[in-house]
């Protein structure tokens, strides 16, 4: 195949890609993946003695994150290693670059596991239940002999009032709290990017949790936050609300609900004015709007605070 016809696969990650898939591994076609905004992904089919399979590439290419976290690749090979060993439907590491001396930029090679996202479902009750029961079955993962730890993305204490929302008093309460004390929470095996674009569904069920990056140790809340507020910007509060409600039934008495973990994925969000996320567009979300973003976490961090008005 000629060079022009890899779809932007650089030259040196084919020489690298060829090697950790042997000489008599025959590529048949590369195509990148949509949906991926921090880090660029292609889908490969690979002809094996008269058998096509197909594999998951990842070029990790933002150098501000590299910078923040130059063990990317590294991590990733990691959890996916441990989550597989757990018994979790994960992609199998085939190889990883961490450096990207071999590769061009840091690289991870993965098997393509069946099933596509699915955010629009036919029984949005099921397609809940199927997401919870697959986070609380996560979070049953022991986390020892795991390196990495959960860390929050964002300082409370550095934030601004933000300009865009109509109830910016609320938001540096908000702030407020996040940066007060943390509550003591057990640790398990969280995802820490787990949302309805990195899970897969085949058949009405889930068949496999993709996007390993940045698993770790930590609080199931965090998981269980990050979930919640992708949620409410893609469906609204309730739906975020019928989300817990449906992970606190699997996940039983393993966990007890404190909203301050809901508020710091909230507030870990935040970069600026809300944009809709350019991924949920690529998998044929329509109709969002940067100004239905803002209106929806003004709505969903108020029902936070409310929460805390409870306890």
Not at 29 to 46: A, H, N, Q, R, Y
Not at 55 to 67: G, M, P
Not at 201 to 228: F, K, L, Q, T
Request: with cysteine; hydrophobic share 40%; net charge negative.
């Amino acid at each position: 195949m000629a060079e022009n016809e890899w779809n932007g696969l650089p030259a040196q990650s084919m020489e690298w890609l060829q090697e950790q898939l042997g000489a008599a591994a025959e590529l048949a076609s590369i195509k990148p993946l949509t949906g991926g905004t921090s880090s660029t992904l292609f889908e490969l089919d690979v002809r094996e003695k008269d058998e096509i399979r197909s594999y998951v590439l990842r070029l990790f290419h933002k150098a501000d994150w590299l910078e923040k976290e130059p063990d990317l690749a590294r991590h990733e090979a990691d959890s996916l290693q441990f989550a597989e060993q757990a018994g979790l439907p994960v992609p199998h590491l085939i190889a990883y670059d961490e450096t990207g001396e071999a590769s061009e930029v840091p690289a991870v090679l993965m098997t393509k596991l069946s099933g596509s996202v699915v955010l629009q479902p036919s029984n949005d009750e099921n397609w809940l239940e199927g997401l919870a029961a697959s986070l609380a079955h996560l979070h049953k993962t022991k986390p020892e002999g795991f390196p990495y730890e959960y860390f929050s993305y964002n300082n409370a204490f550095l934030l601004e009032k933000p300009t865009w929302s109509k109830v910016q008093n609320d938001w540096m309460r908000a702030f407020y709290i996040v940066a007060g004390s943390r509550p003591e929470a057990p640790e398990c095996f969280i995802h820490r990017d787990f949302h309805p674009a990195n899970v897969l569904w085949e058949n009405g069920r889930v068949s496999a949790i993709v996007d390993w990056v940045n698993a770790c140790r930590g609080p199931a809340g965090i998981d269980v936050g990050h979930c919640r507020v992708n949620l409410a910007q893609l469906y609204g509060t309730s739906v975020a609300n019928d989300f817990l409600a449906a992970y606190e039934r699997h996940a039983g008495s393993s966990f007890t609900y404190d909203p301050y973990w809901d508020l710091v994925s909230l507030t870990d969000t935040l970069d600026g004015s809300p944009v809709v996320y350019p991924g949920w567009k690529a998998f044929g979300m329509t109709g969002l709007s940067n100004e239905l973003m803002r209106h929806r976490l003004d709505d969903y961090l108020l029902s936070l605070l409310d929460r805390f008005d409870d306890f």
